[in-house]
């Protein structure tokens, strides 16, 4: 597709559930991100992939928290033992990087999680 | 650590008004600073770049400034429309970390008919 795609589009859970959400970034784009968006609040940062690395996992709330992106192109974001607190909109973006900085971040639509 | 405020929180204007929303950012030292519009339940669409070098960026009916030195920025939106309704949200990439944005809370905008 031509743009950033997440699944799924919604999910709910309940605690203590672990849940697995996928996001497909736009082809050749190879810098990821993942961000998390509370009601009424700006994104914050989780983590950013260069390549198939974890570049910068700084915002990562908790090892409850982990992603991956084995071929350095879909990304996986694996939250265990969710929490109420965990629900949120999971965003993510991807960006052509190729080097140097201040390369555009396009979006996806997001993950809507409930975790009940 | 960089700190980005919008202000208005929240603004309602009438069809055909043109307007400005107001963004600051703590840490000059950027390589970018980025708007978006996010409509409800939606993900974000990306709207202008603003590269640190530059100080505007025009398309269509917006216009973005950018003021580094003074940590600001400005959306500017001529004739505004109803499908102009939608909050819009500031964005900064940082010098000297990785390449996160670290984001506004927002300008959520109401345009009446």
């Known amino acids: 597709g031509a743009g950033v795609s997440q699944t799924p589009s919604n999910k709910v859970t309940e605690k203590g559930k672990y849940v697995e959400l996928r996001c497909d970034p736009i082809?050749?784009?190879?810098?990821l991100y993942w961000y998390r968006q509370s009601l009424g609040q700006g994104p914050e940062f989780l983590i950013y992939?260069?390549?198939?690395?974890?570049?910068?996992d700084s915002g990562l709330p908790n090892d409850r928290f982990f992603a991956v992106r084995p071929e350095g192109s879909v990304s996986t974001l694996k939250i265990q033992r969710t929490e109420r607190g965990d629900s949120a909109v999971y965003l993510c973006?991807?960006?052509?990087?190729?080097?140097?900085?201040?390369?555009?971040?396009?979006f996806g639509p997001g993950t809507r999680l409930t975790v009940l | 650590k960089q700190e980005v405020t919008q202000i208005p929180a929240a603004l309602s204007v009438p069809e055909g008004e043109n307007l400005v929303l107001n963004c600051s950012f703590t840490?000059?030292?950027?390589?970018?600073l980025q708007w978006f519009r996010q409509d409800p339940g939606k993900g974000l669409t990306s709207l202008l770049l603003?590269?640190?070098?530059?100080r505007e960026q025009t398309s269509g009916r917006l216009n973005a400034s950018l003021d580094k030195s003074s940590g600001r920025s400005t959306l500017y939106i001529a004739a505004s429309q109803p499908g102009d309704s939608a909050t819009y949200l500031c964005?900064?990439?940082?010098?000297?970390?990785?390449?996160?944005?670290?984001f506004g809370k927002g300008t959520k905008l109401t345009v009446n008919p």
């Open positions: 973006a991807s960006s052509l990087r190729a080097g140097g900085k201040g390369n555009e971040q396009f």
């Open positions: 082809s050749g784009h190879t810098a």
């Open positions: 992939f260069q390549g198939t690395g974890a570049a910068d």
């Open positions: 840490d000059s030292a950027i390589y970018n």
């Open positions: 603003i590269q640190s070098s530059q």
């Open positions: 964005a900064v990439e940082t010098q000297g970390g990785s390449e996160k944005l670290v």
